[in-house]
C-alpha cells in the first residue's frame, strides 16, 4: 500500500508550501563569503545505510498490518559501503556530500550513546574532508528511535531536551569538520500533506493508525508517535522547540558552525481569486519560520509547483508541460522557491534536495540543467545561494513505496550492491566543475 501515503515521496512532491513573508525576521543576510557555492548530492541514513533496526519507520515495516511496500532490510548497504559513495561524489567531481547521522543507531536505548556510531559518523566527516568534501551533515532525516516513538515522540514534553541532549553528543563527536548543520528534514511536511489535491483516505488513515497500533503494541507501549504519520498539529510545538534547543547546544560546542533546517517548499502558484495560498504558506510555515530568526541559513526541497486552490491544491492546468507519466514538467520550479525563501526570511538559502523519480534517466539528464539554470537566474539577481544539492545520489529506499521510484544519480543492484554511474550524473558533474550550467 503506498498511494496517498505520507512516506511515499511521489505523494510528498508538492506538499509543503512556500514561504510566508509576515514571518521573516531580522535583516537581509548575504551569503557568507567564506564558504564556496556546493555543488553536491544527498542521502538519507535510513534510506541507504541499511538494518537501521532500532529506528521507529524500521519496526513499521516489519509488523502486520504494514503500510510499506516492502522492508528496507539491507537498502544500498552504505553502512558499509559509505567510502565508495564519497569516492563517487569526489569522481564526479561534486564538493559536496549531505548525508544524515541516525539517531537511532547513536542512542538505541535512552541515555545509552554509541561512542562506537559516533566515531562511525566522524570518521565519514573527515573522509569528506580529506577528499576536499564539504560534509553537511543532517542531524535528523525523518526517523527517530524506537523508545522515542513509544514515549510519545515530538508529542511528549520533553522531546524537546532529548534531541538537543542527542544533538549535542553529536556536535562534541564531529561538528569540528561539518561544514553545514541541519537539525531537521522537512518537519514542515506532514501539514503540507493537510493541502494535498488528494488528501488521505478514511481507509488509508485507518491503515495508519492500525501500523501505529501494532507498532507500539510491539514496543510494549500504548502509543507510537512520529510525524510523518496521525495528526502533526500537535507534534508541531514540540518540534520547533526542539530546534531552537538543537541550535543552542549545537553552537555551544562550536559557535561559527552554520546552522538551518530544511523545508519542503514547492513553487506554489496562485489559482483563482479566491486562492488559499497565503492561509497555506501561514499553516505551514508559519511556525517553522517564527524559530528560524536565529538560523544562518534556510534549506529548501523542492520538486515541482502546487496550484493552490481555495482549500487545497488543485491539478495543474491542462497546457502546462506534461512528463512522459504525467505529472508536470517544470524544473524552474526551484528558482522560483529560492528567490521566495530568501524574499520571506533574509537569510541565505541552501537547495538540499531537488531531483525527479525518473526510470529514464534522460529526463533527469535534460532536468538538471534547467533547474541549476534557474538557481543561476536567481544568484544573478542577488539571492545568496550557498548550494545545490540534488536528491538523491543513490537509487535507494523511498519509505513507504519502498525500491520503486528512481531519484539516483546513481543505480544499485539490489543484489549485489553494484553502483553505477548514470549520465545524469555526469552532467551535474560537468556543470559543477564548470562552475555553472551556461558554461557546464
Known sequence: MTAGTRFDRREMIGLG??????????????APASHPFLWGAATAGHQVEGNNINADIWLLEQVKPTIFAEPSGDACDSLHRWREDVAIVKALGLNCYRFSVEW????????????AWLDHYARIVDHCREQGLAPVVTFNHF?????????????????????????????????????????????????????????????????????????????GSDRFSLLNAGDPAPMISGVVAAHVAARAAIRAVRSDLPIGMSLAIPDNVAVGADSGIERKRAEVYGPFFAVMDKDDFIGVQTYGRAFVGADRDVDPPADAPKRPGGGEWFPAAIGNVVRYAYKATGLPVMVTENGIDAADDSE?????????????????????????????LLDNFEWMSGYGPKFGLVSVDRRTFKRTVKPSAKRLGAIARAGGVRAG
Open 17 to 30: 508550501a512556500a514561504a510566508v513573508a509576515a514571518a521573516a525576521a531580522g535583516p537581509l543576510r548575504a
Open 104 to 115: 537511532s543507531r547513536i542512542e538505541p536505548a535512552p541515555g545509552q550513546f554509541s561512542q
Open 143 to 219: 526517523t527517530t528511535p524506537r523508545w522515542f516513538a513509544a514515549a510519545g515522540g515530538w508529542e511528549n514534553p520533553d522531546a524537546p531536551d532529548l534531541f538537543a541532549r542527542y544533538c549535542d553528543r553529536v556536535a562534541r563527536a564531529m561538528a569540528a569538520g561539518i561544514s553545514h548543520a541541519l537539525t531537521f528534514n522537512e518537519p514542515n511536511l506532514a501539514l503540507g500533506g493537510n493541502w494535498a489535491i488528494h488528501p488521505l483516505s478514511q481507509a488509508m488513515r485507518d491503515a495508519v493508525a492500525a501500523c501505529c497500533a501494532a507498532a507500539a503494541k510491539a514496543s
Open 364 to 392: 533527469r539528464e535534460r532536468f538538471i540543467p534547467e533547474a541549476v539554470a534557474s538557481v543561476e537566474a536567481a544568484r544573478h539577481d542577488g539571492v545568496p545561494v550557498l548550494g545545490y544539492i540534488h536528491w538523491s
